[in-house]
């Protein structure tokens, strides 16, 4: 089955700490990637997302992902965590064909920046 | 201006009770979609609608009725509640139905079943 998997729960890091969050794919063909931040209490947001081109993929607040079809992952990066990042994160996918493309996302990873 | 908004923020009711929550998108786009989330807070899909169409329809009680009177409205009834159908509910929206399309969501709307 086409999906993501978010292999932590929960990612722990440390203020001005790079941060890494996972995700992993099972996608037939080109798979179209995105990244989804949901603070305490609110809705989803939109981080970022790949379609084609640079493996590096420059997102919203800072946040970056890399793609790497070899190791089927498109992990979240930034380079120095802010306690203001601590939300949930979702890695995300549309799977399906023709017209309709059903959105399908991972089970989240909590991240936690202490001060 | 909120993007895309949802009414209410709260719904507290009785099992049996039939309720309904609103969602508008001022964004200009022409896909919706209602999805779930629980107290794991895992996200599922429940509909999708695209220029008032309905295109996505996962295995969902037949009790859960999405209806779009225009493609900036997607509203769902749920009629005869059930205790498991307390959890967050969110609204989204975005430009089509393609693979690329981004979502955005609005602040969801927390049922609790008594």
């Known amino acids: 089955a086409q999906s993501v998997a978010q292999p932590e729960d929960q990612v722990n890091v440390a203020e001005g700490n790079p941060l890494t969050v996972k995700c992993t794919y099972s996608?037939?063909?080109?798979?179209?990637l995105f990244w989804y931040v949901q603070y305490p209490n609110r809705g989803l947001q939109f981080l970022l997302k790949?379609?084609?081109?640079?493996?590096l993929v420059k997102g919203s607040y800072g946040f970056e992902a890399e793609f790497n079809k070899s190791q089927t992952s498109f992990h979240l990066k930034k380079p120095s965590a802010l306690v203001s990042d601590s939300a949930l994160y979702f890695c995300?996918?549309?799977?399906?064909?023709?017209?309709?493309?059903?959105?399908?996302f991972g089970r989240g990873t909590s991240l936690i920046v202490h001060p | 201006d909120t993007a895309v908004s949802q009414t209410p923020k709260y719904l507290v009711t009785q099992m049996g009770n039939d309720k309904s929550i609103k969602c508008e998108q001022n964004?200009?786009?022409?896909?919706m979609y209602w999805y779930k989330q629980d107290s794991k807070k895992f996200l599922k899909i429940m509909f999708s609608?695209?220029?008032?169409?309905?295109?996505i329809n996962e295995t969902v009680p037949n009790r859960f009725s999405p209806k779009s009177p225009d493609k900036a409205h997607l509203n769902l009834h749920i009629n005869s509640l059930e205790l498991g159908d307390s959890a967050v509910y969110f609204c989204?929206?975005?430009?089509?139905?393609?693979?690329?399309?981004?979502?955005?969501f609005g602040p969801g709307t927390r049922l609790t079943v008594t």
């Open positions: 964004l200009g786009h022409d896909t």
């Open positions: 609608y695209n220029n008032k169409e309905l295109i």
């Open positions: 989204a929206s975005s430009q089509g139905t393609g693979r690329s399309y981004e979502q955005y």
């Open positions: 996608v037939s063909g080109n798979p179209y």
């Open positions: 790949y379609i084609t081109g640079d493996n």
């Open positions: 995300a996918v549309r799977v399906g064909s023709g017209g309709s493309y059903i959105p399908t």
